[in-house]
C-alpha cells in the first residue's frame, strides 16, 4: 500500500511535466537537451542565491527561532528571487526557435528542475513510508502549480526582452515582473490575514499561477498578431 501511495505521487508530480513536453510540441524541435540545459540553469542559478542569502543574510534563522518576524528582511530575501528571472532570460536566449518554443522549453527545463530537486527526496523519505496522506498529494498538487508559475514567469521575460512589445503592454508585463519574487510572500501575508488553511491556500496559489499565465498569454497573442500583420 505504501508503493502504491508513492507510484501515484510520483504520477501526479511527472506526468503532467511528461504531457507538457509531450503534448506542447516542443518535442519536435528536439529540445530535450535544452530542458536539460535549462534545469541545469535553475540549478546554478539556486546555488547563486544560497549564496546571497548566506553572505547578506547569515543570521535570519535566529529571528525565526526567537519567534520574530521583520517584515523588511523577509522583502529583502524575497528580491534575491530577481536571480530566476535572470536565469530564466538566460534559458529563452540560449534556444533557438520560435517564441512559443523558447518559452516552453525553458519552462518545462526550469520546472522539471525544481521539482526534482525540491519534490524527489521529499516524497521518497515521506510518501514512500506512509499509506496515506493529503499532506503529500498537496505537495504533488503543488508541483503543478509552480509548472504554471514558471511558464507564465517565462513568458513575461520572454515579453520584457521584446524589442517590438507594444507599448500599451509594457507596464502590465514590467508590473507583473516586478512582483514576481514576491509572489509567495504576497500569497502567505494574504493567507495569514484570511487564515487560511493549507488547501484554500494552494487554491489561492494556483489562481493567482492562472491569472498571471492568463495575462502573459494575452500580452502574447496581441504581440504575435502584431508580428503577423
Same mark, same amino acid.
Given at each position: 500500500?505504501?508503493?502504491?501511495?508513492?507510484?501515484?505521487?510520483?504520477?501526479?508530480?511527472?506526468?503532467?511535466?511528461?504531457?507538457?513536453?509531450?503534448?506542447?510540441?516542443?518535442?519536435?524541435?528536439?529540445?530535450?537537451?535544452?530542458?536539460?540545459?535549462?534545469?541545469?540553469?535553475?540549478?546554478?542559478?539556486?546555488?547563486?542565491?544560497?549564496?546571497?542569502?548566506?553572505?547578506?543574510?547569515?543570521?535570519?534563522?535566529?529571528?525565526?527561532?526567537?519567534?520574530?518576524?521583520?517584515?523588511?528582511?523577509?522583502?529583502?530575501?524575497?528580491?534575491?528571487?530577481?536571480?530566476?528571472?535572470?536565469?530564466?532570460?538566460?534559458?529563452?536566449?540560449?534556444?533557438?526557435?520560435?517564441?512559443?518554443?523558447?518559452?516552453?522549453?525553458?519552462?518545462?527545463?526550469?520546472?522539471?528542475?525544481?521539482?526534482?530537486?525540491?519534490?524527489?527526496?521529499?516524497?521518497?523519505?515521506?510518501?514512500?513510508?506512509?499509506?496515506?496522506?493529503?499532506?503529500?498529494?498537496?505537495?504533488?498538487?503543488?508541483?503543478?502549480?509552480?509548472?504554471?508559475?514558471?511558464?507564465?514567469?517565462?513568458? =513575461?521575460?520572454? *515579453? @520584457? &526582452?521584446?524589442?517590438?512589445?507594444?507599448?500599451? #503592454? %509594457?507596464? $502590465?508585463?514590467?508590473?507583473?515582473? +516586478?512582483?514576481?519574487?514576491?509572489?509567495?510572500?504576497?500569497?502567505?501575508?494574504?493567507?495569514?490575514?484570511?487564515?487560511?488553511?493549507?488547501?484554500? =491556500?494552494?487554491? *489561492? @496559489? &494556483?489562481?493567482?499561477?492562472?491569472?498571471?499565465? #492568463? %495575462?502573459? $498569454?494575452?500580452?502574447?497573442?496581441? +504581440?504575435?498578431?502584431?508580428?503577423?500583420?
Amino acid at each position: 500500500m505504501t508503493l502504491y501511495h508513492f507510484g501515484n505521487c510520483l504520477a501526479l508530480v511527472y506526468v503532467p511535466y511528461h504531457m507538457a513536453y509531450k503534448f506542447s510540441g516542443i518535442s519536435e524541435y528536439a529540445s530535450f537537451s535544452k530542458c536539460v540545459y535549462a534545469g541545469g540553469l535553475y540549478i546554478f542559478t539556486q546555488l547563486c542565491k544560497m549564496l546571497l542569502l548566506a553572505t547578506f543574510f547569515p543570521d535570519s534563522d535566529n529571528s525565526h527561532e526567537s519567534g520574530e518576524y521583520d517584515v523588511l528582511l523577509e522583502i529583502l530575501k524575497a528580491t534575491v528571487d530577481f536571480a530566476d528571472l535572470f536565469g530564466l532570460y538566460f534559458a529563452l536566449n540560449s534556444i533557438p526557435g520560435k517564441g512559443h518554443a523558447k518559452i516552453l522549453t525553458a519552462a518545462v527545463g526550469w520546472a522539471s528542475a525544481e521539482v526534482l530537486v525540491t519534490r524527489s527526496v521529499f516524497l521518497w523519505v515521506g510518501a514512500r513510508g506512509s499509506e496515506f496522506s493529503w499532506r503529500y498529494v498537496r505537495a504533488c498538487a503543488e508541483a503543478n502549480v509552480s509548472l504554471l508559475q514558471t511558464a507564465g514567469c517565462a513568458t =513575461l521575460v520572454w *515579453l @520584457r &526582452a521584446r524589442s517590438d512589445l507594444p507599448p500599451r #503592454l %509594457a507596464p $502590465l508585463v514590467l508590473s507583473l515582473l +516586478l512582483l514576481a519574487p514576491y509572489r509567495s510572500l504576497l500569497e502567505d501575508a494574504l493567507a495569514a490575514a484570511l487564515s487560511l488553511s493549507p488547501w484554500p =491556500l494552494l487554491a *489561492l @496559489r &494556483a489562481v493567482h499561477a492562472a491569472v498571471v499565465a #492568463l %495575462a502573459a $498569454l494575452a500580452a502574447y497573442a496581441v +504581440l504575435a498578431q502584431q508580428i503577423a500583420v
